[in-house]
């Protein structure tokens, strides 16, 4: 059974930086992509960046593309985002993902697994 555990949330000003984990166990995840999504109260949970495990290939929402990166460390089956010159725009509850196919998806329902999520707040 696959687990994924996030952590790394926190309250950050704006400007500021954090860096989310996330460790997965319960398989092997070579043919997997991994991602991170988030949700902010009252809106539905949007893609933020995702990873094919394979080849390290990262794909990443245009809301986050030159602020956010993320890294894998593929024998310690975990990612890393960093998030840089946050804005409170970013604050969101954010979800380590699992997708259980090679190419990657941009749609929340295409992932098979979940964590349970870690607050981001950024504050003005």
């Known amino acids: 059974q696959v687990q994924l555990v996030e952590s790394g949330g926190g309250l950050v000003q704006a400007g500021g930086s954090l860096r989310l984990s996330c460790a997965a166990s319960?398989?092997?995840?070579?043919?997997?992509?991994m991602g991170w999504f988030r949700q902010a109260p009252g809106k539905e949970r949007e893609f933020v960046i995702a990873?094919?495990?394979?080849?390290?290939?990262?794909y990443y929402a245009d809301s986050v593309k030159g602020r956010f990166t993320l890294s894998r460390d593929s024998a310690k089956n975990t990612m890393s985002l960093q998030m840089n010159s946050l804005k409170p725009e970013d604050t969101a509850f954010y979800y380590c993902a699992a997708r259980n196919a090679w190419w990657e998806s941009r749609r929340w329902d295409d992932y098979n697994y979940w964590g349970q999520g870690t607050q981001v707040t950024v504050s003005s």
């Open positions: 990873i094919r495990w394979s080849t390290g290939i990262t």
């Open positions: 319960g398989r092997t995840f070579s043919n997997y992509v």
